[in-house]
């Protein structure tokens, strides 16, 4: 059982160039999150998606752009990266809803993205 | 508003020694609360986590968490602490606004010293 995983894991890109990264979960869960982690920030919600086709924004969404046409899939694009952007990007998924047992995220391996 | 305060950068212990990394929130209702650590280069991973019930939580690894509503904590502690705990560890809350949010707390690294 895989879980979650991300891809790439190391990524080195140039300002203003697109970069793609990808998130593939094996649950079905309903939710699923993108996160960055920098330091003296801890973690901060980009976007996240409740279902297939429905997305919202999350704390600092400037920048990035989510899609997903599938349950398993949910890709976070940086239309033209900037130095800013380099940071730790994690992939969430939760099975929220139905049940208050059901509310834990749990996380992928992350990916490591340097903007130079 | 609601928030989550890890009042701790670090905490420092040594081993074999109880350990406690400080939590606390603030949320209107009653709070779904979650202990996750993170290990270097790692994703986060779940600890444990509080939705109602016993006010200690038990969890993996043998970390354990204390929800005291009346001082909005929710510790979590370990009677005898390893060298390989040694990691980054976060707090967070259910956004009560939005279901399937969570809120976390900035992390607090723990220093486990032999």
């Known amino acids: 059982d895989a879980g979650i995983t991300q891809s790439p894991r190391y990524k080195i890109t140039e300002t203003g160039r697109q970069v793609t990264l990808m998130c593939h979960q094996t649950w079905s869960h309903s939710y699923m999150f993108w996160y960055r982690q920098d330091l003296g920030h801890g973690l901060r919600l980009i976007y996240y998606?409740?279902?297939?086709?429905?997305?919202d924004k999350g704390e600092v969404p400037d920048g990035y752009v989510v899609s997903r046409s599938k349950t398993e899939n949910f890709p976070l694009t940086l239309e033209s990266a900037t130095r800013s952007q380099t940071s730790v990007y994690f992939c969430?998924?939760?099975?929220?809803?139905?049940?208050?047992?059901?509310?834990?995220?749990?996380f992928g391996p992350g990916t490591r993205l340097l903007v130079l | 508003a609601q928030s989550v305060a890890q009042p701790e950068d670090q905490v420092n212990v040594a081993e074999g020694n109880p350990l406690t990394v400080k939590c606390t929130y603030s949320?209107?209702?009653?709070?779904?609360l979650f202990w996750y650590v993170q290990y270097p280069n790692r994703g986060l991973q779940f600890l444990l986590k509080y939705i109602t019930g016993d006010n200690l939580v038990k969890g993996s690894y043998g970390f354990e968490a204390e929800f005291n509503k009346s001082q909005t904590s929710f510790h979590l502690k370990k009677p005898s602490a390893l060298v390989s705990d040694s990691a980054l560890y976060f707090c967070?809350?259910?956004?009560?606004?939005?279901?399937?949010?969570?809120?976390f707390g900035q992390g607090t690294t723990l220093q486990v010293k032999p």
């Open positions: 949320v209107s209702g009653n709070p779904y």
């Open positions: 967070a809350v259910r956004d009560m606004r939005n279901t399937g949010k969570l809120i």
């Open positions: 998606s409740a279902a297939a086709d429905i997305t």
């Open positions: 969430a998924t939760s099975e929220t809803g139905g049940s208050r047992l059901k509310e834990t995220q749990y």
